[in-house]
């Protein structure tokens, strides 16, 4: 059983950098891209960025391009998302999340931590 535990979230003032961290347990992650998403109040969860867990390839959404950089730990293994130039419109709960190279589907999430920019 895959689990994803997030934390890192706070409140920070626009401008500001926050790092996420997901830690993976479970089983292996080599076959694994693993990503982090976001959902703003009254807003559907959309994409932020992803990484092949082998490759290391990455992948950003274009509004955190420049900004964002998601890397992961493969010895402890945990996934991060740090965060720099913060925007207000930045704030949500971020989630990490988990799918199989092989598919398509986004099926193990983590909880979630609260991240508040203020302006």
């Known amino acids: 059983q895959v689990q994803l535990v997030e934390s890192g979230g706070g409140l920070v003032q626009a401008g500001g950098s926050l790092r996420l961290s997901c830690a993976a347990s479970?089983?292996?992650?080599?076959?694994?891209?693993m990503g982090w998403f976001r959902q703003a109040p009254g807003k559907e969860r959309e994409f932020v960025a992803s990484?092949?867990?082998?490759?290391?390839?990455?992948y950003y959404a274009d509004s955190v391009k420049g900004r964002f950089t998601i890397s992961r730990d493969s010895v402890k293994p945990t996934v991060y998302l740090q965060m720099s130039s913060l925007l207000p419109e930045d704030t949500a709960v971020y989630y990490c999340?988990?799918?199989?190279?092989?598919?398509?589907?986004?099926?193990?999430w983590g909880q979630g931590t609260q991240v508040t920019v203020s302006s």
């Open positions: 999340a988990a799918r199989r190279l092989a598919g398509s589907v986004w099926d193990t």
């Open positions: 479970g089983r292996t992650f080599n076959t694994y891209r």
């Open positions: 990484i092949t867990w082998n490759s290391g390839n990455t």
